[in-house]
């Protein structure tokens, strides 16, 4: 099965999550294939940009939870898209949950829509947002990641917009993506390249410091009897035992 399909059109190449029976959720199986596809992108010399997309009404909902991909294999992947020399856009109509926002932030640019929503919902399940902190930390106001991260509230595209989430909230996303997709496609390889590297520097460092510490933490969670409640609680649709 072919959890992420590409397509490609005056050196854009779009790369679509397909997965919407569990809401192009971070199973082993599509970390590895978008993995793979960020990959040929690199070496494509056709390819000036990458879209980064999805079919259904979410983006993504996080970790695979009847089947969590490795961490050490996500956070390849979210430091894969920072370090592709070539840009990176998120096309955002739909939901985003956890590990999804770690993605998201990891794009060089996001444009989301009315209909899409965000939430850090790894509190609520014993676990926390530790491995997505490497992208997102440095990407989001710091008053709106601690009550995001400590309340698992659901915020909108203009809140996730306002607190740096994502470049810019639209009623249009492909109205408001034209232009972003026109500049790229005017910019020399070299020069995004070149451009992409001064500007996820700061993210790039910091998962050089902290990228074995917290797939450690994760791991560790992942690991804990109050994870295995939260899950468990989630996965049969009822509180967890701490909910007061």
């Known amino acids: 099965m072919t959890l992420v399909r590409a397509a490609h059109d005056r050196g854009i190449t779009t790369l679509a999550l397909d ?7 971070l199973s082993a199986d599509l970390v590895a294939g978008l993995g793979a596809e960020l990959a040929r992108c690199a070496r494509d010399p056709d390819a000036r940009a ?5 079919t259904g009404t979410t983006f993504c909902a996080g970790a695979d939870l009847k089947a969590p991909p490795d961490p050490a294999a996500f956070v390849a992947l979210m430091r894969a898209v920072v370090e592709l020399p070539k840009p990176v856009v998120a096309r955002v109509t739909g ?3 956890a590990g999804g926002l770690g993605l998201l932030a ?3 640019i996001a444009v989301a829509g009315p209909g899409s929503s965000y939430a850090f919902t790894e509190a609520r ?10 992208p997102v930390l440095p990407r989001m106001d710091p008053r709106a990641a601690s009550r995001y991260y400590l309340t ?5 595209a203009a809140e996730a917009a306002r607190t740096g989430l994502v470049t810019l909230a639209a009623d249009d996303v492909d109205e408001a993506l034209a232009p972003v997709l026109d500049g790229l496609r005017r910019s020399s390889p070299q020069g995004l390249a070149a451009s992409k590297a001064l500007v996820t520097a700061t993210v790039a460092e910091t998962f050089d410091r902290w990228s074995k510490e917290l797939t450690a933490r994760s791991a560790s969670l992942f690991a ?3 994870a295995r409640e939260g899950v468990t609680a989630f996965l049969e649709r009822r ?3 701490w909910v007061l």
């Open 106 to 108: 990891a794009c060089d």
């Open 239 to 241: 509180d967890p035992a």
């Open 125 to 134: 399940l014993g676990l926390a947002p530790a491995v997505i902190s490497m």
């Open 152 to 156: 698992g509230e659901r915020f909108d």
């Open 50 to 54: 990458v879209l980064l997309t999805h």
């Open 95 to 97: 939901h985003v949950r």
């Open 19 to 25: 997965s919407p029976a569990n809401r192009n959720a």
């Open 224 to 226: 804990s009897a109050e």
